[in-house]
């Protein structure tokens, strides 16, 4: 079993900037593919960002440069640098593996106007 242990959320204000861990209790080597997904109250959970063992990166559209995702292989962690956040993207934002799936906990952002 994988267990994945997301931190640094918290409240920040509207244009401000988070970074968000990720750290894996087993090698991400064996992943394809690391993600952070985000959800609202009310809506449903979405993808903001992904990037595969070969570093390859792939973002959501509203999130395309002013995230970015990254991953320290060594330390088995993955990191989402957010900047410019907006109050509509306050969520709970997850850590997911793929193509096997386990999910974090989640940390909240929350975004202030």
């Known amino acids: 079993q994988v267990q994945l242990v997301e931190s640094g959320g918290g409240l920040v204000q509207a244009g401000g900037s988070l970074r968000l861990s990720c750290a894996a209790s087993?090698?991400?080597?064996?992943?394809?593919?690391m993600r952070w997904y985000r959800q609202a109250p009310g809506k449903q959970r979405e993808l903001v960002a992904g990037?595969?063992?070969?570093?390859?990166?792939n973002y959501a559209g509203s999130v395309k440069g002013r995230f970015t995702i990254s991953r320290d292989n060594p330390k088995n962690t993955v990191y989402l640098q957010m900047s410019n956040l907006k109050p509509e993207e306050t969520a709970v934002y997850y850590c997911?593996?793929?193509?096997?799936?386990?999910w974090g906990q989640g940390t909240q952002v929350t975004v202030s106007s």
């Open positions: 997911n593996t793929w193509p096997t799936e386990y």
């Open positions: 087993q090698t991400m080597f064996r992943f394809n593919t």
């Open positions: 990037i595969t063992v070969g570093g390859s990166t």
